[in-house]
C-alpha cells in the first residue's frame, strides 16, 4: 500500500525512546522526513536519525514550555517549508516517587497539576503551532498518542487518565473544526502496555496480567503500536478522524 507519504514533513514528538521511537521509523520507511524531538535524550534522538536514514533533524522540545511549540513550529518550516503531519506522542508520566503508591488525594498539588497542565497544554499548543501550515497547504494529519487507561482506568493513573481523556476531547472537536479547510484529519491512539526496547521492567512484572486481557493472549510491541499511527498520520487514511482507537491486542 501507498501510504502517500514520500517527501511529507512529520513531526513525532518524544521519538527518541518507547513507542515514539518506531513511529519515527514507520514514518521514515515510508520516504517521509521526520523531526524527532527530545526532551532528555538528544544522543537517543541523534543515533535514531542515523539509523533510520533519510532526511531528519533533531531537535528539542519540551511540554511543559510555554515557547517550546512555537520554537519548534518555526524550526521545521524552516528546515523543510512545511508541517503535514503531528504526532504528539511526548508524555510527562506524573506523580513518582514519593508520590507513587499514595492516595489520589494525597499527591501534591504541584506534581498532578503538571501532569494535568504538561500532557494537554503541551499537545494543545502544538497542534495549535503546526495547524496553519496544514491549512494553507489544505492537507494534514493529528494523530495523539493517549492511554487505555484514560477510558479503562488505573489506580494510581488518575491524573495521567484525565490528562489522556482531554486530548479526547480536542481531537474530536478538532476534526470538525479542520475538515472544513481540507484533507485534515484529526485522531488519537490509545495503547495499552506495550513492549519497548525501555519497559522491560514494567512488562515482566505486569504484562501476564494485560496478557491475559486480550484476545490474542499476548502484549503488542511498539512497532505494532506504530503501524496504526503510521496509517492514520498517511494519505492512505482517507476518511478516519475523530476517532479514539485502541490498539491494545483487544483488551
Known sequence: MDMG????TVIVTGA??????????????????VVLTYHHSQEGAERLAKEIGGRSLVA???????????TLAETVIEWSGRIDVLVNNAVHWGATEPDAG??????SDERWQKTIRANVEGALRLSRAVVPSMRKRGWGRLVHISSGIAVDGMAGGEYYGAAKAALHGFSRSAAF???????????????????????GAIVEQAGGHYSALAPIGRLLDAAEVAGAVVYLGSAA?????????KVTGGA
Open 5 to 8: 507519504l514520500t517527501g511529507r
Open 16 to 33: 527518541s525512546g518507547g513507542i515514539g521511537r518506531e513511529i519515527a521509523r514507520g514514518f521514515a520507511a515510508e520516504g517521509a522526513d
Open 60 to 70: 528539542p522540545y519540551e511540554l511543559d514550555d510555554d515557547e517550546a511549540a512555537r
Open 102 to 107: 499514595l492516595a489520589f488525594e494525597a499527591v
Open 177 to 199: 473544526g479542520l475538515g472544513k479547510d481540507g484533507d485534515i484529519l484529526s485522531n488519537v491512539v490509545m495503547p495499552g502496555l506495550t513492549r519497548t526496547e525501555t519497559n
Open 237 to 245: 487514511n482517507t476518511g478516519i478522524t475523530g476517532q479514539a482507537i
